[in-house]
């Protein structure tokens, strides 16, 4: 018999899933109900059988997977994940993270590049808006190695902007290892400026996703990726965010499931900020330093964080020259462009070109875009 | 009966001597031309003819050759049909061969016989030292500027047969015209604000340095722009008589007499390759680089110039000429501007600032059009911002062109006593020499470059840049720390999300 001399496939690297997770329509709602805690390999045979049960999925979807199901290269699908260097879990599996699997809306199904996240480390999300301001981007970047050279897992979504400097931030620090929830296929690098960012998270840290190989980085699949982002963390920190936006939807869906969430406070003229000043304003604990996210994780306690903040604000004043202190006196009204600074001190150029950079060196100035501020 | 009359053709910006030797013989009546003529070369067959017919004169009725020699040098334009019709008067025994030696002919010709101005009369007549040169009326001006006392304007061809043939005397040379009062240059005064927009400009007219404004649109980058030529000193004699010959090569308006003051140049971003470089099938003719030599390059909405047109920039910029290949040959143009660029931040303009609509895929698509080598050579880049009416109120009147442009001048003359034309053109060996840096200032530039925001090729362009914010400042020997500080904050990158940073 031809079917017996074929060796069975085996169940290396979660293959089933991994074809499970392929079939058209496989919605999370209907994986769950078609694999719950049975093993994948089995679900799989039943489905090229066209034997699952009636309430898995309307009849019509029955054939049409089994039809799949039949025309579906496991052997060619097990070397590309090989050749990813990827597994695939299911809650049959040890390597499933526990917060995933009991999670209000578990998934399924999930594909993994590098190892596997640690489950008694804290973790803490970091998400933001694509959009940034330059600080939002420098506060991310601070709020990720500080969180990582104190030891705690830190969750982002691998998007531009915020979730991008987040991981940037802590795989400097070179502490805890960095999870990464992506929306598309784990070979479908999405957004593909961030494709050193992908391999690097996937090398030292983990990358997760949800979406089978393959599969394009369609709008719906966001939304999906953010729940994973609230049910992996313990505290979620929204950096800058517009009033709509997908990292409010991540704060929506950490609320669902009882997740702190703390927001960075921004300028009121800031639109990236409207978002974050609006959770605080209902009541959000405010996150200013990685000592307020380690407060909020039990880790440190309020006097500490206060102490830190000063050290670290606390420079030598006389040290500086006539002119650098004048500057600093002058942006106590708010950032301004260069011009008006240089108006405004009635010094020459060059002379305030050199005093601000020596602010700057100090950490005393800073530049968004167009305008210097007070750091 | 063979003629040979002299003439000159356009190659690049130089001119050529032409022999153009006409055989009239017995035979079937024609006219052909040989000698790699282009169409509108070849097309003087018609002209010819009308010509000498309108003019009363006799077109043989023979077999009529013109070979334009060297054979192997294309020839193009109209310039060449004033001395092919006098071949043919010459061949036709209509004139004696001994009135038309040691004289070079050049003119266009109207089917009425009258005779037309040249495109690049200047560089032809140069290329012709006969002891008299033929030329239209209108062209004496120009080419009185390199043949003095030879030049002999003609208005129409039978005026220059019946001087030829000593039946009347030569056409008396037009009366110069009125010299047109110099067109006035925008006045830096008329910019309130911009300190420090102001001052790069003051900088990179000092030491010619290429400089990049980014800002919001209204933020006033074509204004500041536009007044950068008033401050640049008047062309030397030589320069003069270089920019006059590329103007002339390209067929653009010139003043009466030399250019003496630095043309300002600003081609549209639509510009091809062929309009900036030079080019043409034929004859490689000056593009806008080279009609901006000697004074500056104005591209303005630099990201929406092709990237392709942008890199062809890399090689004026670096040796401040460009060479056209075409199949039928090489061509060196001059082309050593000040290239002056204004970009927004991001295709909505608003970038870095808030209100910014741009996604970023699209921001840092708008940036990625610059290449890098391309911004390496951008030894300026400045932030220009709508300026705050409430902070203009109470600050002093700007400083107008004159007083910035009489600095600007005693800097390129400490320049050229270090043997340069401006301080860009130092090289290593001179900065050291010329430049030494003190203590602190290497420490500056050590720890830039350690921390990566400076490339070897950037340290020497930020050395000039330091040299010439000395030389402004009062000229002292040694490079001061916060010359090459000053320096370095004038060389920002744009940093992909509309704003700039250290680079």
């Not at chain 2, 040299?467 to 402004?472: A, K, P, S």
Request: net charge negative.
């Amino acid at each position: 018999m031809a079917e017996a001399t074929a060796a069975p496939i085996g169940r290396y690297r979660g293959v089933h899933a991994a074809a499970l997770a392929s079939l058209p329509r496989a919605t999370p709602r209907r994986l769950e109900r078609l694999l719950g805690r049975r093993d994948p390999a089995k679900v799989w045979e039943k489905v090229e059988r066209g034997e699952m049960a009636k309430w898995v999925a309307a009849d019509d979807l029955h054939d049409v997977w089994r039809d799949h199901a039949r025309g579906t290269d496991l052997e060619a699908l097990r070397s590309r994940l090989e050749s990813l260097d990827a597994w695939v879990t299911t809650p049959a599996s040890a390597q499933h993270p526990f917060t995933i699997t009991y999670d209000i809306d578990p998934a399924p199904v999930l594909f993994r590049r590098g190892r596997m996240p640690d489950p008694t480390a804290p973790a803490v999300a970091i998400v933001g808006t694509r959009r940034c301001t330059p600080t939002g981007r420098s506060v991310a970047m601070e709020l990720g190695s500080g969180l990582a050279a104190a030891g705690i897992t830190v969750v982002s979504g691998l998007a531009l902007g915020i979730d991008g400097a987040a991981h940037r931030g802590a795989l400097a620090a070179d502490g805890a290892p960095v999870v990464g929830v992506v929306g598309s296929g784990l070979d479908v690098p999405y957004p593909r400026g961030n494709l050193d960012l992908w391999d690097a998270v996937a090398d030292t840290g983990t990358l997760l996703g949800e979406a089978p190989l393959g599969a394009e980085p369609e709008g719906w699949r966001f939304p999906a990726r953010n729940r994973l982002l609230a049910a992996l963390a313990d505290v979620v920190v929204v950096v800058e965010s517009k009033r709509a936006g997908g990292s409010m939807h991540t704060v929506e869906e950490a609320i669902r499931r009882e997740v702190t969430v703390m927001a960075v406070p921004g300028s009121v003229r800031n639109p990236a900020a409207a978002g974050t000043n609006l959770l605080l304003s209902e009541g959000c604990a405010p996150a200013c330093s990685t000592d307020d996210v380690l407060v909020a994780l039990g880790l440190a306690t309020a006097g500490a964080a206060r102490g830190a903040v000063a050290r670290d604000r606390r420079i030598d004043l006389d040290s500086l020259d006539s002119l650098q202190q004048r500057l600093l006196e002058l942006l106590d009204d708010g950032p301004v462009s260069l011009d008006v600074l240089v108006l405004r001190a009635a010094a020459p150029v060059p002379d305030v070109l050199v005093a601000a950079d020596g602010l700057e060196h100090l950490g005393l100035l800073a530049r968004d875009g167009s305008r210097v501020m007070r750091a | 009966m063979l003629a040979t009359v002299r003439s000159a053709t356009l190659v690049g910006v130089w001119g050529q001597p032409v022999s153009v030797e006409v055989h009239v013989a017995d035979g079937l009546p024609g006219f052909s031309i040989v000698g790699l003529p282009d169409a509108s070369c070849r097309e003087a067959r018609d002209r010819v003819r009308a010509a000498i017919v309108s003019s009363k004169l006799k077109w043989p009725q023979k077999r009529i050759t013109v070979n334009l020699a060297p054979s192997d040098v294309p020839k193009s334009g109209a310039g060449l049909d004033l001395a092919i019709a006098v071949g043919i008067l010459v061949a036709g025994e209509q004139l004696k061969a001994e009135s038309i030696a040691d004289t070079g002919v050049l003119g266009q010709l109207g089917l009425d016989g009258s005779v037309r101005p040249v495109p690049g009369a200047l560089p032809l007549v140069d290329a012709m030292d006969h002891s008299s040169v033929i030329v239209a009326a209108r062209d004496s001006t120009v080419a009185e500027l390199v043949a003095r006392d030879r030049v002999r304007p003609v208005g129409t061809l039978r005026q220059l047969f019946d001087a030829l043939a000593d039946a009347a005397p030569w056409p008396e040379p037009p009366a110069a015209r009125q010299a047109a009062p110099p067109e006035s240059e925008p006045d830096l005064a008329d910019i309130a604000g911009q300190p420090l927009a102001r001052w790069a400009l003051e900088v990179a007219a000092a030491g010619g340095h290429h400089l990049l404004l980014v800002g919001p649109p209204g933020a006033g980058k074509t204004m500041l722009a536009r007044r950068l030529v008033g401050v640049l000193p008047d062309l030397s004699p030589e320069e003069s008589l270089e920019v006059t010959r590329v103007h002339s090569a390209a067929g653009l308006a010139l003043p009466d007499g030399l250019v003496t003051r630095p043309p300002f140049r600003a081609p549209h971003h639509s510009s091809s390759m062929a309009a900036i470089v030079g080019g043409g099938t034929a004859r490689a003719r000056p593009g806008e680089v080279s009609a901006a030599t000697g004074g500056v390059l104005f591209l303005d909405e630099l990201g929406e110039f092709a990237p392709s047109v942008l890199d062809a920039l890399r090689q004026p910029l670096e040796e401040g000429m460009i060479r056209v290949a075409r199949s039928q040959g090489m061509v060196e143009h001059p082309a050593r501007f000040l290239l002056v660029a204004a970009m927004n931040p991001c295709p909505c303009g608003a970038g870095g600032t808030v209100g910014c609509r741009c996604a970023p895929g699209a921001l840092a698509r708008y940036q990625r059009r610059l290449s890098g080598p391309f911004v390496d050579r951008l030894d300026l880049v400045v932030r220009v911002d709508r300026p705050d009416p409430a902070d203009l109120l109470d600050t002093a009147p700007s400083t107008p062109s004159a007083e910035v442009a009489e600095r600007v001048a005693q800097v390129r003359r400490r320049a050229q006593e270090r043997g340069v034309n401006c301080n860009s053109e130092l090289t290593g060996a001179d900065l050291d020499l010329h430049g030494p840096l003190g203590r602190a200032a290497t420490e500056v530039l050590r720890a830039a470059l350690a921390e990566g925001r400076l490339s070897a090729r950037g340290l020497r362009r930020v050395r000039t840049v330091a040299r010439t914010i000395r030389d402004l400042d009062d000229g002292g020997d040694e490079l001061r720390s916060a010359d090459v500080l000053a320096a370095l904050s004038l060389r920002m990158r744009l940093d992909g999300a509309g704003g700039l940073v250290h680079g």
